[in-house]
């Protein structure tokens, strides 16, 4: 099984993984290649930790992706070293590509058209600490990013509705996901993105008057976020803000996806 976008996965696959992040790592045998181009401080900490919890031995191909050899022979020449590929490469093609051209899993651990990993990890945290996903209010924050791009992947293959505030120039029709620049009421979770994926759109800053607004939902900035960019105030001084300990759950989830990518 690859996991390069929400959509490989069904719903099953999806209640699959979250179950096994709530039981106790298993021992496993096999090794990981990753890859994970720029910081990726917060992924590498975290996939890496579940490397070692699950007894897997791991090796860092630097820039795996990063050059002319064509995929089949990188494949070609990797494939009997490794059990599992874990890849963070902006350019989605070129992961796609070598996924088509390796026997192995490829898990995506960012690209610039999908964050898999991360949305299931913050889609977890709704479903086991506020409620079952089909039935909360998400509210998705900002201009068109990976993130976003994957809730909307996750809206459509789960069957809940979220709701998108965003400029009106990025309205688009997608099942699931409802466009707007107003306010919505009775939020329970707010979730903010931005970055390179973003490119040029305009940021709209988050107010504390907006969360008011919405009822004073849960706040989950995808980090890393910069006030006066998504967020307009410090989100330390917001009671509700869930960030940190919400990245928690980050080790538990790509747990459960490495685990189920090896078919444990
Ligand atoms: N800790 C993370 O993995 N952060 C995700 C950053 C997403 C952001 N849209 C980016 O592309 O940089």
Same mark, same amino acid.
């Given at each position: 099984?690859?996991?390069?976008?929400?959509?490989?996965?069904?719903?099953?696959?999806?209640?699959?993984?979250?179950?096994?992040?709530?039981?106790?790592?298993?021992?496993?045998?096999?090794?990981?290649?990753?890859?994970?181009?720029?910081?990726?401080?917060?992924?590498?900490?975290?996939?890496?930790?579940?490397?070692?919890?699950?007894?897997?031995?791991?090796?860092?191909?630097?820039?795996?992706?990063?050059?002319?050899?064509?995929?089949?022979?990188?494949?070609?020449?990797?494939?009997?070293?490794?059990?599992?590929?874990?890849?963070?490469?902006?350019?989605?093609?070129?992961?796609?590509?070598?996924? =088509?051209?390796? #026997?192995?899993?490829?898990?995506? $651990?960012?690209?610039?058209? &999908?964050? +898999?990993?991360?949305?299931? *990890?913050?889609?977890?945290?709704?479903?086991?600490?506020?409620?079952?996903?089909?039935?909360?209010?998400?509210?998705?924050?900002?201009?068109?990013?990976?993130?976003?791009?994957?809730?909307?992947?996750?809206?459509?293959?789960?069957?809940?509705?979220?709701?998108?505030?965003?400029?009106r120039q990025f309205h688009q029709k997608k099942r699931n996901v409802r466009f707007t620049e107003a306010l919505p009421t009775a939020i329970d979770i707010v979730i903010t993105d931005n970055g390179?994926?973003?490119?040029? =759109?305009?940021? #709209?800053?988050?107010?504390?008057? $907006?969360?008011?607004?919405? &009822?004073? +939902?849960?706040?989950?900035? *995808?980090?890393?976020?910069?006030?006066?960019?998504?967020?307009?105030?410090?989100?330390?001084?917001?009671?509700?803000?869930?960030?940190?300990?919400?990245?928690?759950?980050?080790?538990?989830?790509?747990?459960?996806?490495?685990?189920?990518?090896?078919?444990?």
């Amino acid at each position: 099984m690859h996991l390069l976008q929400i959509t490989d996965l069904g719903s099953a696959d999806v209640c699959e993984i979250w179950n096994i992040a709530k039981t106790q790592p298993k021992t496993m045998t096999g090794t990981v290649a990753w890859s994970f181009q720029g910081h990726g401080i917060r992924t590498r900490t975290t996939f890496i930790q579940a490397f070692r919890d699950l007894g897997l031995a791991f090796t860092e191909l630097p820039n795996l992706l990063k050059t002319n050899e064509r995929t089949a022979d990188l494949a070609g020449y990797l494939d009997d070293f490794y059990d599992l590929y874990v890849i963070r490469e902006s350019d989605h093609e070129r992961l796609t590509e070598f996924a =088509a051209s390796t #026997r192995r899993p490829v898990i995506n $651990a960012m690209s610039s058209r &999908g964050h +898999p990993c991360e949305v299931l *990890t913050d889609a977890y945290y709704v479903e086991t600490k506020l409620r079952p996903i089909a039935s909360a209010k998400v509210c998705l924050w900002g201009p068109p990013t990976n993130v976003f791009h994957s809730w909307h992947e996750l809206a459509d293959v789960l069957d809940f509705c979220v709701v998108h505030v965003r400029d009106r120039q990025f309205h688009q029709k997608k099942r699931n996901v409802r466009f707007t620049e107003a306010l919505p009421t009775a939020i329970d979770i707010v979730i903010t993105d931005n970055g390179p994926a973003a490119g040029d =759109a305009p940021s #709209r800053p988050l107010t504390e008057d $907006a969360l008011a607004h919405m &009822g004073y +939902p849960r706040l989950l900035p *995808t980090p890393p976020f910069l006030i006066g960019r998504e967020l307009s105030f410090d989100p330390l001084s917001y009671p509700n803000f869930v960030g940190y300990q919400q990245k928690n759950l980050l080790l538990p989830v790509q747990r459960a996806i490495v685990q189920y990518a090896l078919g444990s």
